[in-house]
C-alpha cells in the first residue's frame, strides 16, 4: 500500500511541475500558485487516508468481539450444568428422605407396646439415678455418710465446709463385726479403727477410748466437730492473711494445729500491737484466750476499750475485729502492760 501511495505522489508531482519557459510570466505565477494549493490538499487527504483502519484491522477487531461472546457464553453454560446438577441432587436428597420416613399410622401396635416399655424403663432408670444423687447429696449435706468398703468392712466419710462450699472430706475405716465382740477387743486393748485420715493432733485414741464400744455416734460427733473446728479456724486465718496487701496485719506465728497462733496489728498512729491467741476448745473455732500488748512499750496499758475488743474475738468473726483494732489508738502512761481474757 504504501508503495502505491509513492507512486501516486510521483506522478502528482511529475504533472505538477512548472514550465521553466513560462515561469517569469504573471501566468506562470499564479500556475505555480494553483499547483501548490492543490498539492496541499493533496498530502492532506493523504494524511487522512493513513489514520483510517484497514480491512486487516476491522477483522482483527470482529475476531477479538467473537472471542469475548464465545468466553461469556461459556462461563454461563458451565453456571447452567452447575445449577442443574445441585437440583439433581437436592431432589435425590428429598426423595431419599420420603422413602425414609414412615407414616406413622402404619406402625403396628405390637411396636407401640414395646416402644412404651422402652420409654418406660428409660424413665424408670432416670428416676433411680435421680433419687440415688438426691440421697447422696442429703448425707454430704449431713456431714456424715456410711457406706460398705471391701466386704464387712464399713467407712465413715466426714464432710467438711466453709463459707459455703465443702472442703476435704475425712475417712474412719472399722470392720462391721467387731461391734458384736467389742467388749473382747477391748479387754485385748485392740483398737475399733482399723484406718482413718484424721490428723494426728485430733487424739482419735483417747476419744475412741472415751466413747467406744458404748456410744458410736458420740464418738462421731466429738470427731467431726473437732475436724470442723480445725478447717474453719485453718480458712479464717488464710483470710486473715490476705489482710496484708491492704492493711498492716500480718500472722507472725501459727501453730500446725492452730491451738495457738500470733497476729501483729498496726494502727494508723503506728503503734503496734500483738494479739496472742488460744484455742485449747477443739470443737470451737473461737478462741478461749487472747491476750492484746504493746510490742513495742512495755509501760502500755491494753485499757478498758481494748478488753473490751479482746471480748469480740469470742463471739465475732476474727477478721472484723482485727479490722476495729487496727483503726483503735493506745493510750500512753499507764501502769498495765497488758490485758489477758481468759
Known amino acids: 500500500m504504501k508503495c502505491c501511495l509513492w507512486s501516486r505522489d510521483l506522478a502528482f508531482n511529475a504533472s505538477l511541475t512548472p514550465n521553466t519557459s513560462k515561469s517569469n510570466s504573471h501566468e506562470g505565477r499564479m500556475h505555480y500558485s494553483s499547483i501548490s494549493f492543490r498539492r496541499t490538499l493533496f498530502k492532506q487527504e493523504m494524511e487522512e487516508d493513513a489514520f483510517l483502519p484497514s480491512e486487516n484491522d476491522r477483522l482483527k477487531a470482529q475476531i477479538k468481539e467473537m472471542r469475548t461472546r464465545l468466553a461469556t457464553a461459556t462461563l454461563r453454560d458451565k453456571q447452567l450444568k452447575k445449577e442443574l446438577i445441585e437440583e439433581d441432587l437436592s431432589y435425590m436428597t428429598v426423595s431419599t428422605l420420603v422413602d425414609l420416613i414412615q407414616d406413622p399410622t402404619r406402625v403396628a401396635d405390637y411396636e407401640f407396646d414395646t416402644m412404651g416399655r422402652e420409654v418406660f424403663a428409660k424413665m424408670m432408670s432416670t428416676l433411680e439415678a435421680c433419687c440415688l444423687r438426691e440421697a447422696i447429696s442429703y448425707h454430704r449435706l449431713a456431714g456424715r455418710t456410711l457406706f460398705k468398703f471391701k466386704g464387712d468392712r464399713s467407712c465413715v466419710r466426714l464432710e467438711t465446709f466453709y463459707d459455703k462450699t465443702y472442703k476435704e472430706s475425712y475417712y474412719i475405716f472399722y470392720e462391721k463385726n467387731q461391734t458384736y465382740h467389742a467388749s473382747a477387743i477391748k479387754s485385748m486393748r485392740q483398737s475399733l479403727i482399723e484406718h482413718h485420715t484424721i490428723p494426728n493432733f485430733i487424739h482419735l485414741s483417747s476419744i475412741e477410748k472415751t466413747h467406744l464400744p458404748g456410744d458410736f455416734d458420740t464418738f462421731i460427733r466429738i470427731v467431726h466437730d473437732q475436724l470442723q473446728a480445725y478447717v474453719t479456724k485453718r480458712e479464717i486465718l488464710k483470710e486473715v492473711a490476705q489482710l496484708k496487701k491492704t ?69 465475732r468473726p476474727m477478721i472484723d475485729v482485727l479490722m476495729e483494732l487496727s483503726e483503735t489508738e493506745l493510750e500512753q502512761g499507764t501502769q498495765y502492760d497488758h490485758m489477758e481474757l481468759d
Open 247 to 315: 492493711h498492716a496485719i500480718t500472722i507472725k506465728y501459727q501453730s500446725e494445729s492452730i491451738h495457738k497462733t500470733e497476729i501483729e496489728v498496726v494502727n494508723a498512729q503506728n503503734q503496734t500491737m500483738l494479739v496472742d491467741m488460744s484455742f485449747e476448745d477443739k470443737s470451737s473455732a473461737y478462741p478461749t484466750t487472747v491476750v492484746i500488748r504493746d510490742n513495742q512499750d512495755q509501760t502500755t496499758d491494753a485499757g478498758e476499750h481494748l478488753s473490751k475488743i479482746a471480748a469480740q474475738f469470742k463471739q
